[in-house]
């Protein structure tokens, strides 16, 4: 568990599903504080070949959710316009929440604060959810219709 210090967690968070609230919710039970970066609409752009919806839709949906979180953890939102976000200059974070898809950007993250002489991070990762048909739930793929927000297959079920 992260010490007395803050955390840190983010992404996208344009269509929040399972995935998504699985992760804030780890997070949340785990920390004290928690910064919570949401990508800005140029840099969203730049990481989806797809449309995003505009950041204050994306952050309403998140800070609802988050509202409604039965947890004693204080939550911040920053908006991000680098996937390092508040890791690259904050002393005070002491946790990474990661998706263990994103195993490699830890290596990232404690090269770049080492560079700015910042104290190495604890990270703690969470496997991916899984939809039904066993591949990680993700904005993308329910974007383009295949499942709904908590991985149900849509149109047909299992080998359609």
Do not use: W
């Not at 968070?13 to 800005?40: E, N, P, V």
């Not at 996937?83 to 990474?96: K, Q, S, W, Y």
């Amino acid at each position: 568990m992260p010490p007395d210090g803050t955390a840190v967690l983010g992404g996208t968070f344009d269509i929040l599903h399972r995935g998504h609230t699985s992760l804030l919710r780890f997070a949340t039970q785990l920390s004290k504080r928690l910064i919570i970066g949401i990508t800005s609409d140029t840099f969203a752009q730049k990481l989806r070949a797809r449309e995003v919806r505009p950041l204050p839709d994306r952050l309403s949906t998140l800070k609802s959710f988050c509202g409604g979180l039965n947890t004693l953890c204080q939550i911040k939102f920053v908006v991000i316009d680098d996937e390092l976000g508040p890791l690259r200059d904050d002393p005070t974070i002491e946790a990474v929440f990661l998706s263990t898809d994103l195993y490699l950007k830890a290596s990232k993250i404690e090269s770049e604060r080492a560079k700015r002489g910042l104290p190495p991070v604890m990270v703690y990762y969470m496997s991916p959810v899984l939809a039904e048909d066993g591949l990680p739930i993700s904005s993308t793929r329910i974007a383009r219709g295949e499942i709904d927000k908590n991985g149900r297959l849509i149109g047909g079920g299992l080998g359609a």
